[in-house]
């Protein structure tokens, strides 16, 4: 199968697991997929009602960690927000993402959580040699992601 046509399915199928699931204490009926779907915009503002940061071109670039990324670090990152790529948020929060799934562990502190670079690029790779019964998909295995696609992805996640 052309590798844009795998792409395609993994995400659909990403999409449809994530609306079948139930969200713990809500009913059914409130799921996000079961929701009218609504135009307005969508707010980011904190949820504990503290005002929003200061915001201009130079405060943001400063917090920013993403602004001292190697270059393949932020290739990694463009490919692991992309959402027909590596679309790791359909399944994991990673700081500065939009609309994480909860399926898989957050990446923070990835370093501590996979101190082996070699092994975090095996999980993304083909997470199925390690552990049959994971729902991750074989990004390399399965032609998803080029092996410097997965190498570029480590990148940006060792920065988190």
């Given at each position: 199968m052309h590798r844009l046509g795998m792409r395609r399915i993994v995400v659909a199928l990403a999409a449809a697991t994530l609306a079948a699931l139930p969200v713990a204490g809500l009913p059914s009926s409130a799921r996000a997929a079961?929701?009218?779907?609504?135009?307005?915009?969508?707010?980011?503002?904190?949820?504990?009602?503290?005002?929003?940061?200061?915001?201009?071109?130079?405060?943001?670039?400063?917090?920013?960690?993403?602004?001292?990324?190697?270059?393949?670090?932020?290739?990694g990152r463009a490919l692991a927000f992309d959402r027909g790529m590596g679309n790791c948020l359909a399944c994991h929060v990673i700081a500065g993402g939009?609309?994480?799934?909860?399926?898989?562990?957050?990446?923070?502190?990835?370093?501590?959580?996979?101190?082996?670079?070699?092994?975090?690029?095996?999980?993304?790779?083909?997470?199925?040699?390690r552990n049959p019964q994971t729902i991750m998909p074989p990004f390399g295995r399965n032609a998803i992601l080029t092996r410097k696609q997965i190498g570029q992805i480590v990148d940006f996640l060792e920065t988190r």
């Open positions: 079961d929701a009218p779907v609504s135009n307005a915009p969508v707010s980011n503002a904190p949820v504990s009602g503290a005002p929003p940061a200061a915001s201009g071109p130079s405060s943001a670039a400063a917090r920013s960690p993403d602004a001292a990324l190697s270059p393949d670090a932020a290739a939009e609309l994480p799934g909860n399926i898989g562990p957050p990446l923070r502190d990835v370093r501590t959580m996979v101190p082996d670079r070699k092994q975090l690029y095996a999980v993304i790779y083909d997470e199925t040699a």
